[in-house]
Antibody, heavy 126, light 106 residues
Framework: QVQLVQSGAEVKKPGASVKVSCKAS????????MHWVRQAPGQGLEWMGIINPSGGSTSYAQKFQGRVTMTRDTSTSTVYMELSSLRSEDTAVYYCARDRGSLIAAAGPYYYMDVWGKGTTVTVSS | EIVMTQSPATLSVSPGERATLSCRAS??????LAWYQQKPGQAPRLLIY???TRATGIPARFSGSGSGTEFTLTISSLQSEDFAVYYC????????FGQGTKVEIK
């Protein structure tokens, strides 16, 4: 079945960087865009950006420009999200989520998400 | 930036009753609107896309309507498993989510 398995929880100090991984299985990795969405404690959902796993191109939310980098490794069907210059406000659960649009159909990305990982908790604390 | 506003923040409903959730966009998003359900400690789950199309496996008691700036998610007869937080998300531009509506047991 289609599955996104994320890496484990992280605790980081302010100013550090964190890199979260998301391993896809059950479908053709390079056929669907992948998003990253985060959720601060008790708060709503916030879109961070999107990566094309086939070509590696990315688009980031303006809020995260310059601080976020999304990459992929097609050999392991894994996407990565690295966030730098961490501050306490970055404490959140980070989700990877598959775009519903297929690259094969040349119709995407649709910018909504049909499969989600379970999330990775990132805590930023001194 | 398109601002998505959901109302009410909390909706108290008895099992078996109908729930109506609203989502308003600060400018037209056409029908590029999705709804998600999120239970505590879980990832969101896609319910509706294109404002009114149910995602795979979503029960018929969930329905979406609206276009432009005004949207509604209706749960026709609430089951115990439906008590959760619901988010709308526009994708006419870069994705933006509403702040959520919590559906709680009355």
């Amino acid at each position: 079945q289609v599955q996104l398995v994320q890496s484990g929880a992280e605790v980081k100090k302010p100013g550090a960087s964190v890199k979260v991984s998301c391993k896809a299985s059950g479908y053709t990795f390079t056929s669907y865009y992948m998003h990253w969405v985060r959720q601060a404690p008790g708060q709503g959902l916030e879109w961070m950006g999107i990566i094309n796993p086939s070509g590696g191109s990315t688009s980031y939310a303006q809020k995260f420009q310059g601080r976020v980098t999304m990459t992929r490794d097609t050999s392991t069907s894994t996407v990565y999200m690295e966030l730098s210059s961490l501050r306490s406000e970055d404490t959140a659960v980070y989700y990877c989520a598959r775009d519903r649009g297929s690259l094969i159909a040349a119709a995407g990305p649709y910018y909504y998400m049909d499969v989600w990982g379970k999330g990775t908790t990132v805590t930023v604390s001194s | 930036e398109i601002v998505m506003t959901q109302s009410p923040a909390t909706l108290s409903v008895s099992p078996g009753e109908r729930a109506t959730l609203s989502c308003r966009a600060s400018q037209s998003v056409s029908s590029n609107l999705a709804w998600y359900q999120q239970k505590p400690g879980q990832a969101p789950r896609l319910l509706i896309y294109g404002a009114s199309t149910r995602a795979t496996g979503i029960p018929a008691r969930f329905s979406g309507s609206g276009s432009g700036t005004e949207f509604t998610l209706t749960i026709s007869s609430l089951q115990s498993e439906d008590f959760a937080v619901y988010y709308c998300q526009q994708y006419n531009n870069w994705p933006e989510f509403g702040q959520g509506t919590k559906v709680e047991i009355k």
